[in-house]
Structure formats: structure tokens, C-alpha cells
């Protein structure tokens, strides 16, 4: 799990560091697009998994949607702001995730002491814009980083609508191959098109270029996804869910050592207060599940 944090966190690194050879929306739809190969390839022939009929046209393509969405919004934000911002940002995910499965399923409700997290981590991302950027780095101290953050902030509300989705429709029954292939598939879709209209399907291969592709193919799209879902069946998600908040942290100090980049102590503070909010509300939902399993152990040990 720190490993596939630290590959998450190097994600947006890899994409700004080579943006001027690749705009960040042709390295998406690219790395999108031969990806999705290679899952199909995998789930259908290597791995035989047998995928459910008739959910593309429904639940598939929002999902499909809503993950183009996503890198729509890191791709144009990482033009305006930087990578360790972006890392940030992205890993709202959990909170949007958190209400959109609230409101939608009885289980899900959440407690007070999450409402609590909640706020503490919406707190954090008022400080986060509200607060004075001096001191920062050039293309985070202009009106241009405000855009950026935000459209980051977007692509963390896609993400966690993402998981709503797949929680609350037939795909939470589906080989995990199904659902990434649609993502995959909906990101080549709609970004390769924009990146041609925008202008911005020019390409340099450079070999930063190349290795960074590699990577965001290989082992962004392809590995790290397959692992995650594959950790998913075998462990708690929410213990997997609170070791997650190491990927924001990663990007910071990856950002600082890759890319030279600055952090105000305004964004820093607020961006301490959002993971802080996120991991109450996760650290709950770990307590929640504990004290589930050690009933469920008790119940079976009295009928043994």
C-alpha cells in the first residue's frame, strides 16, 4: 500500500515534468487509450473473468464520464498550478465520496464524529484558497494557481461521484477489470478528441517524455489500478482507504525534489487540516467495521 501511495503521489509529478514536451490532456488520453487495451487484454484472456451484460450503456458509461471528467479537470489544472497542489486537491476524493454515498445508501450514513472530519477538512480547503500565497512559486502566487486548485478540487469531486456510482449500481458486482476498462475507454474517448480541438496534440518524444508515459501507462494505469482493486477484495477498504492519505504527502515532497516546486505556509496548514478531517472520518468507518468484525467473531465463537 505505501508503494502504491508513492506511485499515486509521483502521478501528477510525472505528468507536469514533461508537459512542455506532451500537454498533461494528450499524456491522459494516450496512456488512456493503450491501457484500456491492455485491461481488456488481460481480463479477458488472461485472467478469463466473465463480465456482466448490459451495464456499458447505463452505469458503464457514467462511470466512463465521470473518470474522463476527472483527468479532464488534472490535466487543465496542472497548466496553472503545480503538481504537489494538484496532489492535494485530487485526494478530496473521500469527502465528496462520503456524501454522495450518504445520501444515497442507509449504511452509509455517517455519525457525528464524521461530520466533525468533514468539517475540519472543508475548513482546510477555505485556508487553502482564502489564505496569502506570498513567498510561493511564480505559477502558484497568481490569480492562474486559484484556477488550477480549483479545477483540482473538481477533478477530486469526479473522482469520489466516481466511487458513488460504482457503489450504488451493478458494477459493485463486476470484475474490477470491467469497471477500469470503461474508465479507461471513456477517458481515450472524450480527451482525445478535446486535446486535438484545443490545439494541444502536439508531441515531442523526448525520453523524459517517453519514460514518463511508460510509467503513467504501465504502471499508473495498468498495475497499480489492478493491485488496488485486487487489495480491495482481501482487505478492509476503509484500513486501505486511511493508508491512502499517504499519496497527498508523497506529491508534496516529490513535487519539492522533482520539480523544485514551493508551497505557501497557508496552503500547507490547510492542506494539513483536510487530511487531518479526512482520516477522522476514515479512521471512523475503520472503528465502525472493527467492532463489526469482533461482533461477527463472538457470535460464531458462542454458537461454536
Known amino acids: 500500500m505505501v508503494l502504491l501511495c508513492l506511485i499515486w503521489g509521483a502521478q501528477q509529478v510525472a505528468m507536469k515534468a514533461v508537459a512542455d514536451d506532451i500537454a498533461p490532456i494528450m499524456q491522459v488520453a494516450v496512456r488512456s487509450g493503450v491501457a484500456a487495451v491492455l485491461v481488456w487484454l488481460a481480463g479477458k484472456w488472461i485472467m478469463r473473468e466473465l463480465w456482466l451484460p448490459g451495464v456499458w450503456y447505463r452505469s458503464g458509461l457514467v462511470v466512463a464520464v465521470l473518470f474522463a471528467g476527472e483527468f479532464l479537470f488534472i490535466a487543465q489544472g496542472l497548466r496553472w498550478t503545480s503538481a504537489s497542489h494538484m496532489a492535494v486537491f485530487l485526494y478530496t476524493a473521500p469527502l465528496f465520496a462520503a456524501i454522495g454515498l450518504h445520501l444515497r445508501l442507509p449504511e452509509e450514513r455517517l455519525s457525528a464524529i464524521q461530520w466533525v472530519g468533514m468539517s475540519l477538512a472543508f475548513a482546510g480547503i477555505a485556508i487553502t484558497f482564502l489564505m496569502p500565497r506570498d513567498g510561493t512559486a511564480i505559477q502558484s502566487a497568481n490569480a492562474h494557481s486559484l484556477l488550477g486548485d480549483l479545477l483540482g478540487l473538481c477533478a477530486g469531486a469526479t473522482w469520489g461521484f466516481t466511487t458513488?456510482?460504482?457503489?450504488?449500481?451493478?458494477?459493485?458486482?463486476?470484475?474490477?477489470?470491467?469497471?477500469?476498462?470503461?474508465?479507461?475507454?471513456?477517458?481515450?474517448?472524450?480527451?482525445?478528441?478535446?486535446?486535438?480541438?484545443?490545439g494541444?496534440?502536439?508531441?515531442?518524444?523526448?525520453?523524459?517524455?517517453?519514460?514518463?508515459?511508460?510509467?503513467?501507462?504501465?504502471?499508473?494505469?495498468?498495475?497499480?489500478?489492478?493491485?488496488?482493486?485486487?487489495?480491495?477484495?482481501?482487505?478492509?477498504?476503509?484500513?486501505?482507504?486511511?493508508?491512502?492519505?499517504?499519496?497527498?504527502?508523497?506529491?508534496?515532497?516529490?513535487?519539492?525534489?522533482?520539480?523544485?516546486?514551493?508551497t505557501s505556509f497557508g496552503f500547507l496548514l490547510g492542506a494539513g487540516l483536510t487530511i487531518v478531517g479526512l482520516l477522522v472520518v476514515n479512521l471512523s468507518n475503520t472503528a465502525v467495521q472493527n467492532r463489526g468484525i469482533g461482533a461477527a467473531q463472538r457470535r460464531n465463537s458462542h454458537s461454536t
Request: hydrophobic share 60%.
Open 164 to 198: 458513488v456510482a460504482v457503489r450504488t449500481s451493478r458494477l459493485s458486482e463486476a470484475p474490477a477489470t470491467q469497471t477500469l476498462f470503461y474508465q479507461l475507454a471513456g477517458a481515450f474517448l472524450v480527451l482525445l478528441p478535446l486535446s486535438l480541438l484545443t
Open 200 to 262: 494541444q496534440s502536439a508531441m515531442i518524444f523526448s525520453t523524459d517524455a517517453v519514460a514518463s508515459l511508460l510509467f503513467q501507462t504501465l504502471i499508473v494505469s495498468v498495475a497499480s489500478y489492478l493491485i488496488w482493486f485486487w487489495m480491495l477484495r482481501r482487505y478492509l477498504a476503509a484500513r486501505l482507504g486511511v493508508l491512502a492519505f499517504m499519496s497527498p504527502l508523497f506529491g508534496v515532497l516529490l513535487g519539492y525534489l522533482w520539480l523544485a516546486e514551493r
